[in-house]
């Protein structure tokens, strides 16, 4: 016998139903199976599956099917966790939308109530998929937007010792920050991955060509490269060791602190070339338009000497002068003479003259003045040429002089077979004199000729050895027919005594290029591109 009050079993029959519906949500199964109520069948059932799954930007829509529902009641639906991009209709149970973005919605529990009963479906979840075509063409978009550029021109080739260097320019469109990278580095080479500076210095054993070298900047999703590029290492050109290779086409040799005197002939005129020369015999000189063939100028000036006028000439004098010089110039011996002193002498006086003073035919004394002149020593063309040299250890032509005037002219040391006038043709030509340092002696003193920068002789302390033959010095290995014609059968061998002076007042002060002619007939000759320095000049190089 039942004594509950028909009230109180529709109450325990109510909670029965929540509890049901508890129970359901802690252990039912998610939305994509078909889902009931567990309310008794005979009372409110809620069914339906909700779809799981929607690709972002389709339309989502799911409502529930309820039953039975007693005659006159309404029907409310509620909903708990609704996706933010849905709505729900409370009278239908209605659950629709349409997500924009990708996502997963859990929980989601949609009940119903009669007014009397109550009932719901076990929590589902709506997982929102990417849309593929959406996804591709954002990605495309990103890639689009995400461009890397690096451009430059890097240097292929160094100098060994001297520093390389070569910075690329890189941006990014998304506004990343770059970093830079680099294959086949040159082992000699720093490389800077925040900014994509190659430098360094390569040694002189470093030399040859280092080849695919790439350098690259990325942001970490896009990159881009360079070309492959090669740097060649060259070797280091030699330090110049002559005023002509660091001053090449002879430009600005004029201003080198190391100069004495220039003189190119590029004045204008005879009369404003002759201006600095404190002695001068005009009548033989012309400007002609003709220069060496590495000449900066265009124009020589000419020598005429023989007939009417002996001699064209032109002295100047450096004042108290300089103990070591050298001296290069460039001559043109025109057709075949005569000649006699025709070339370029160079010496000292003490004290020092403004005008030349050369007491031919005497020996110096050492304290007064000595001479050295380069000329040929026979009058006719393709002649030798040979050093012409007065100086207080001069020998006589004489076998037993007296000292008188007439018994000393001029010692030659060359005796040279091979070296001869080339007449037409530029040569250049050098002298080098260091003068004794020690007047008491010649220990220390040195002359040198180059022709075309090729050294001829060199006359110093222990080379070479040679003998006399009377006003001739023979060099051992000379073949001049004036030395082997009369070389003595046991010739005593000697170095040349340079004891070019007895004090050292006595200085290297003037010069005096010359054309002295006392035959009938005319003879010419060129002078061009003259210097005087303290250290090697060397011929002219080619700018």
Known sequence: MNWTHPRMRTLRHGALITLLASIAACGGQDGASDVAAATPAAHLAI????????????????????????????????????????SFNGRSGNLAGSPASPGTFSAILIGVTDGKNSTSLPPFTVTVAPDPKKASATAAAGAAADVVKISGTPPHSVTAGKPYSFK??????????????VRNKPAWAAFSIATGLLAGTPASTQTGTYPGIVISASDGTASAALPAFSISVNTAAAAPTTLSQKHPGDVGIGSDPEVVFYENFEEGSVAAAMKRYSSKHVAGMSLVADHPADSPGGHALQLTAGGSHDTADFYKSFGAGYDELYLRYYIKYLGSGPWHHSGVWFGG?????????????????????????????????????DFYVYWRGMHSWKADPTGAVGDYWGNTFLHDAQLLTESGDWECYEVHLKLNPNPANGIGAVLELWKNNALVRRFDDSTPLGYWVRDKFCPIDADGSECTRYRPANPKLVVLDQRWRTTTALKINYLWPMNYNTASGESSLRLDDMVIAKQRIGCTVRK
Not at 73 to 79: C, M, N, V, W
Not at 168 to 181: E, V
Not at 354 to 381: K, L, N, Q, V
């Open 349 to 385: 006086y003490n004290p020092p003259l403004p005008w030349p003073y050369p007491h031919a035919g005497s020996r110096p004394t050492g304290d007064d003045r000595y001479s050295i002149g380069f000329e040929p020593i026979t009058t006719f063309s393709h002649v030798p040429l």
């Open 168 to 181: 690329p320019t890189a941006s990014d469109t998304a506004g990343r920050t770059l970093s830079y990278s």
């Open 47 to 86: 069914s339906g599956k909700p779809p799981a799954t929607i690709t972002a930007g389709s339309e989502y829509t799911f409502t529930p099917t309820v039953s039975p529902a007693e005659a006159g009641r309404t029907l409310t639906f509620s909903i708990t966790n609704k996706p933010s991009w849905a």
